[in-house]
């Protein structure tokens, strides 16, 4: 008897692993058909606030959800499609990424990524908006004013739903994402510059916060060397003639600095 048993244990212990994976099968898929005909119980919506800075809040998630007849509290959770939703959300140029998942309680949570602004642009048409970290414009928020950069001038508008469908920045948004990044990154110019202006002719005039000098700074070409030519001026000719001497300061030109003594 000893040996029928040794013969067959394996056997046994086969069969009872069979059940017991059968088994978990068979309660996986219940749990998943109760899961799958269960009804949304509610939704929740978390918006990432970096220093309580918020340049959007739920109301316009919520009037986003609307706009695209997406439905939550007591739909089918089978028939909520996550991947729409944060495809639909993303589309609200003030936000940078989502993430929408449901729960076992039957809820839909809504994890909202805010884009940052890094420059502030107030264009000649009154428009009113950011460039954020990456360059993307987003709309001017009513919830916060953070201090940034100021860029005005003849900039162009910003139309935000040809940008959804994978439109170019205009070449001066990109110079001014340029030339605003390279001063935010330099602690010195950071604190020295506080507005960009953009002329009609599509040149770049500087406003620093010491002095009283209109700074001529022309097109993006070879920006940084412009900033070490002024930079010089600043450190060796300010502080040998002072800061009120000049009324202008001109870095078009190669190799020079053009200074207009003040009348």
Known sequence: MRLINRKYRKYWVMAVWVFILGYLVFSFGIVGSDRNSTLC??????????????????????????????????????????ALIEMKLNEHPSIREVAVYKTIKGEVHIDIEQRKPMLRIINNKNQSFYLDEDGY???????????????????????YSKLNDGAELPK??????????????????????????????????????????????????????????????????????????????????????????RK
């Not at 414009?137 to 162009?156: D, E, F, N, R, W």
């Open 137 to 159: 414009p987003m709309p001017h928020s009513s919830h916060y004013s953070p201090h940034l950069l100021v860029a005005g001038g003849y900039i162009p508008k910003v139309d």
């Open 41 to 82: 119980s509610g939704y929740s919506i978390l918006i990432d606030q970096e220093d309580g800075a918020k340049y959007i809040d739920e109301s316009e998630i919520e009037s986003q959800l609307t706009k695209n007849k997406i439905k939550l509290k007591g739909e089918p959770l089978r028939d909520i499609n996550t």
């Open 172 to 261: 001066i948004l990109q110079d001014l994402y340029a030339l605003a990044k390279f001063i935010n990154n330099d602690d010195y110019w950071r604190s020295q510059i506080v507005q960009l202006y953009v002329t009609r002719n599509k040149e770049f005039e500087l406003v620093s916060r010491v002095g009283d000098q209109k700074i001529h700074f022309g097109g993006i070409d070879d920006y940084e060397t412009k900033f070490a030519k002024l930079d010089a001026l600043y450190r060796q000719g300010f502080a040998k003639y002072g800061w009120s001497k000049y009324e202008a300061i001109n870095l078009k030109f190669k190799d020079q600095v053009v200074c207009t003594v």
